[in-house]
């Protein structure tokens, strides 16, 4: 998969190597998984500014039956229905501003091939042997209960839907015998699991005695073919955990591999996290892997009628709150909100209500009042800052504290205190207008120079803002910069470019743009919201009427109809597309003007064929560019159904460029 940002690795840099869990593409990304996403790219967003060859890896998980049943469903092979759901991932990442440096598909070749080659060296060892399954399986959460776990009712005890009764043969992985060295390595290493709570939780579940773990199955095809028995597929857990090590270039390409292996961080949903925490490293121990530094279990994003979910009908999709309020405002409240490893809870009251108050308020204004009073009072130039006072240098000793507990909370993934510390900055910096009373000063010309001071100050406060923003948000940042005359300063700005309070350059000029958040009223959005949900429900109605009468839903209008323009078109001449089989380009006279088209011809018709005949164009089509070349209308042919093509010409010779009507 083609990376959102492309970079070389850098042998003589220190790495930091985070991931997210790899998704289930079974459905359509809701924004629960979009808040692991975002506090990894804002991880990964901070380290490279600190000088780290960063690594950021996400991707898709697409085997198992689960996707096998929901493809049958639809009609589909597996990888035409996971093909089409990963395209909308991409989608998603990409709007929400995701860059990661790598995506990987549990369906690459890559993948597989090392996939294969784990579970054979564990087979070969001795660490997976054949034995027989048998026990309560949920398919839906494809996961295994043992008779103990499952109440009368049998049903799920995480989901509450109905189990399966399986029975089979497959192939179980050793790692009872990990147990005591998983235990010793989570007692010495305080931070391999965290938050400390689920660190806790995670060390009763493995003294309470871990069981060989069944690896492969029997009961679906969707899935790597088992190296050693060509009747099972391997199971999700030793295919899915393993993207963390075949995406680096485990067994494919060591120099790479050695280079980032240890992952720094491992983030994922607490759902995840005993996956994560007990059979991953357990793996990692057969294979003599060192362990990643850390896994992060956060917590649920929630609704306020619970856990999302499609049968409840309260699943938030992301596309619709960026579409709606952008997404910097999206990034800010999943970062700000919810207190990273705590559940929390999403309501579009409590976004409004975060923009208004943190981004339009308290960093809008500041913006718009620095902004407007280096207009007003120096002609948008940035003045030159002369003697400093008291005032002055404690907003000065303020920022570098703030970048300083900024840095230091990020490094703990605490992203919600880094932001409110960030805050208090924003208000520091309104509280030193009021301070320093800048309107007060403009009136009296003998002020001059302490006005320059104080907006020099507020504008150089604005670009240690926008440069802490840098982590957690994309456009913001730029666009404060554009305004403060220092877009460029802030693009390339290092973390370590805060220290340099004076870096505006006086002289530069600044541009009152937009407002960087409007306010929003509440009222006035649900109302709208629910004007244009009416207005669908009204359009599906109308449609679904039309369906049941019966009348063909292609129809157009007379007016419809008369917007289209038909020509008469001369074939000047014809050319062949290069790289392509069946493409010609033809210059065509049209009276008044020369167009040239692009059309399937090449294969019916020979250059020569072509040149001088007659044919018929619709002319008023947008121009659209196929294989490299401009296509200025298309023209008219019938194919019938063995694909031979006739094309339609006037009876007779008229001028080019006769309407047809
Ligand atoms: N495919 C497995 C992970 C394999 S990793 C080797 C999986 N996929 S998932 O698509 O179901 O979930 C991916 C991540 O999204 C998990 O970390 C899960 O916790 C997270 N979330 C799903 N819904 C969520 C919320 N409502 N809130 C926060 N995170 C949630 O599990």
Same mark, same amino acid.
């Given at each position: 998969?083609k990376?959102?940002?492309?970079r070389e ?8 190597y985070v991931?997210?869990p790899?998704y ?21 967003r901070?380290k490279?500014m ?7 890896l996400?991707?898709?998980d697409e085997?198992g039956?689960k ?7 639809? @009609?589909?092979e597996?990888?035409q229905?996971?093909?089409?759901i ?14 990661y440096?790598?995506?990987?598909r549990?369906?690459d070749?890559?993948h597989?091939?090392?996939v294969?080659?784990?579970?054979q060296k564990l087979?070969?060892q ?11 399986y949920c398919t839906p ?14 049903v799920?005890p995480?989901?509450?839907?109905p189990?399966?009764?399986?029975a ?6 050793k ?14 290493h305080?931070?391999?699991?965290q938050p ?24 679906f095809?969707?899935g ?5 028995n ?8 030793i ?9 680096m ?12 292996w240890p ?5 994922v949903?607490k759902d995840?996290?005993?996956f994560?925490?007990i059979?991953?490293p ?24 619970g856990?999302m979910?499609?049968?409840v009908?309260?699943?938030?999709d992301p596309?619709? &709150?960026?579409e709606d309020?952008g997404?910097?405002a999206?990034r ?6 919810v ?9 579009t009251?409590? &976004?409004?209500?975060r923009i ?14 620095t ?8 002609s ?5 800052p002369?003697?400093?006072?008291e ?5 000065k000793e ?7 507990r ?9 992203f ?10 924003v ?6 207008i009021?301070q320093?009373?800048?309107w007060? &000063? ?7 120079e302490r ?5 020099y100050?507020?504008l150089? @406060?604005?670009r240690?803002?926008?440069?802490m &923003? ?5 456009d ?9 005359g220092?877009?460029q300063?802030?693009?390339r700005a ?19 743009g937009?407002?960087?958040f409007?306010?929003?009223?509440l009222?006035?959005y649900?109302?709208?919201k629910?004007?244009?949900s009416?207005?669908?429900?009204q359009e599906e109605e109308q449609?679904e009427?039309?369906?049941e ?5 292609n129809?157009?209008s007379f ?6 323009e ?10 062949r597309i290069?790289g392509?089989d ?12 020369q ?7 090449a294969?019916h018709?020979s250059?020569?064929?072509l040149q ?6 619709v ?5 659209a560019?196929i294989f ?7 023209l ?13 010409q006037?009876?007779t010779r008229?001028?080019p ?5």
């Open positions: 998969m990376p959102r940002r492309r690795m850098n042998m003589s840099k220190e790495t930091f991931t997210t790899i289930y593409p079974s459905d359509r990304l809701h924004i629960g998984h979009a808040y692991t996403t975002t506090a990894a790219d804002s991880i990964a901070f490279e600190q000088g780290y060859d960063t690594m950021f996400t991707g898709s085997h039956q996707i096998e049943r929901r493809a049958a469903e639809a @009609g589909e597996p990888q229905y996971v093909d089409k990963v395209a909308t991932f991409l989608d998603l990442w990409q709007r929400l501003g995701i860059e440096d790598q995506f990987i549990t369906t070749e890559n597989q091939r090392v294969q080659k784990i579970f087979y070969d001795g660490d997976i042997y054949l034995d027989k399954y048998e026990g309560w959460c494809e996961s295994y209960w043992q008779e103990r776990q499952v109440s009368e009712e049998e799920c995480d989901c509450g839907r189990l399966e009764w399986v089979e043969e497959s192939y179980f992985f790692m009872s015998k990990y147990a005591d060295r998983l235990l010793e390595h989570i007692k010495e305080p931070d391999f699991i400390e709570s689920r660190r806790n939780e995670m060390i009763s579940f493995i003294e309470s005695g871990l069981d060989d773990l069944s690896v492969s199955r029997t009961t095809d969707w790597i073919e088992c190296p050693v060509e009747d099972h597929v391997i199971y999700v857990w295919d899915a955990l393993s993207n963390y090590i075949t995406a270039g485990f067994l494919s390409n060591e120099e790479k591999f050695n280079h980032y992952a720094d961080i491992h983030l949903g995840i996290l005993r994560h925490t059979i991953w357990s793996i990692l121990m057969a294979l003599e892997l060192p362990l990643p530094k850390q896994v992060f279990g956060h917590g649920w994003l929630l609704t306020e009628t856990k979910s499609k049968s009908g309260n699943v938030v596309l619709e &709150l960026i309020f997404r910097d999206i800010y409240f999943l970062l700000r909100e207190q990273f490893g705590s559940d929390g809870t999403y309501s009251e409590a &976004l409004i209500q208004n108050s943190d981004l339009a308020n308290d960093l809008g204004n500041l913006l718009n009042r902004v407007s009073m280096v207009e007003q009072y120096f948008a130039v940035v003045p030159a002369a003697a400093e006072l005032v002055d240098r404690d907003l303020t920022a570098r504290e703030t970048r300083e900024v840095a230091e909370e990020l490094e703990g993934l605490h919600t205190t880094a932001l409110e510390e960030l805050w208090q900055f208000r520091r910096c309104n509280k030193y009021d320093t009373r800048p007060i &000063l403009g009136r009296d010309e003998n002020k001059q006005l320059g001071t104080i907006l100050n507020l150089a @406060g604005l240690q803002i926008a440069v &923003l840098k982590p957690f948000l994309v913001t940042p730029e666009k404060i910069g554009r305004q403060i220092a877009q300063n802030i693009r290092d973390w370590e470019d805060l220290a340099d309070w004076q870096a505006l350059r006086p002289g530069s000029r600044v541009d009152k937009e407002a960087l409007p306010r929003i009223d009222d006035e649900f109302q709208q629910q004007e244009s009416r207005q669908k429900e449609e009427k039309k369906k009468s019966g009348e063909p839903d129809l157009i007016r419809e109809f008369k917007k289209l038909l020509k008469i078109a001369r074939v000047v001449r014809a050319e290069s392509s069946n493409l010609l380009k033809l210059i065509v006279d049209l009276g008044q003007e167009r040239q088209l692009v059309a399937g011809l294969g018709y250059e020569e064929e001088d005949r007659e044919i018929v164009i002319a008023n089509l947008e121009p560019e490299g070349v401009t296509s200025q209308g298309m008219l042919a019938a194919e019938d159904e063995d694909g031979s093509l006739a094309l339609l006037p009876e008229v001028e460029g006769s309407p047809i009507s």
